[in-house]
């Protein structure tokens, strides 16, 4: 009699039939148009059934927008990483160690190869840069604002810079370690930014803390 499989193991078998199909698609897409791939392409090179690919998704489109979903979650996860778990922060204070945006790219070599080599996931660019703006726009508070500077166009910039330097190292083929490309982007940001205090938004649990601790006080 066969052992049955715990629930964990069912997950990380899941799991990696999940991911030998998202690889199998970007391989695919590295090779031909996305409107010539068929699902015995993807199941092929996968080494998987198509009974598996029909547990999970129906059309080849449901496949690649977990693709996009999951690059996009990862991508959030590591641009805050910098400043996730503080109040208070200043660039100078940044570490480049903390800098994880470009270990992400790195973790996603193939897809971010084909959204800069190719034009099958141009669409994809104008999401990244929008979510590249809009967090900056919300997930920090400048303490010290220069009244001179738009920062709603400072967050174009601040999108467009990350953009390039992420284009540039693709298309190097990653002619750079991640950690030196972290190095390099905190450099630049202290050059004309080094005074800059920001406040993050992400723990209005600390909100709460610093009101009770002044109610206290008084």
Same mark, same amino acid.
């Given at each position: ?76 996860? @590591? ?5 996730? *778990? ?17 270990? *992400?790219?790195?973790? *996603? ?45 400072? @967050? ?24 030196? =490309? ?8 202290? =050059? ?16 709460? =803390? ?5 109610? *206290?006080?008084?």
């Amino acid at each position: 009699m066969h052992k049955s499989l715990s629930i964990p193991d069912m997950d990380r078998r899941v799991h990696r039939s999940k991911q030998a199909l998202k690889a199998s698609l970007l391989e695919w897409m590295s090779r031909k148009p996305f409107e010539s791939i068929t699902i015995t392409d993807i199941v092929k090179l996968a080494d998987v059934n198509r009974s598996t690919f029909y547990k999970h998704y129906v059309y080849r489109e449901d496949l690649l927008n977990e693709i996009l979903k999951d690059v996009m979650a990862d991508l959030i996860f @590591a641009y805050r990483a910098p400043y996730q *778990h503080y109040r208070d922060f200043g660039i100078m204070d940044l570490n480049a160690s903390a800098i994880k945006i470009f270990d *992400h790219v790195l973790g *996603h070599g193939t897809f971010y190869a084909l959204l800069v080599n190719t034009n099958m996931l141009s669409g994809f660019r104008d999401t990244l840069y929008e979510t590249l703006k809009t967090l900056y726009l919300e997930d920090v508070t400048d303490m010290s604002p220069d009244p001179r500077v738009n920062k709603e166009l400072l @967050a174009c910039y601040q999108a467009n810079a990350v953009l390039g330097l992420i284009t540039g190292w693709v298309q190097s083929n990653f002619k750079y370690s991640a950690s030196y =490309m972290a190095e390099q982007l905190l450099e630049f940001t202290r =050059m004309n930014r080094s005074n800059e205090v920001y406040r993050s938004n992400l723990n209005p649990s600390l909100d709460e =803390m610093e009101r009770g601790t002044a109610s *206290h006080d008084n």
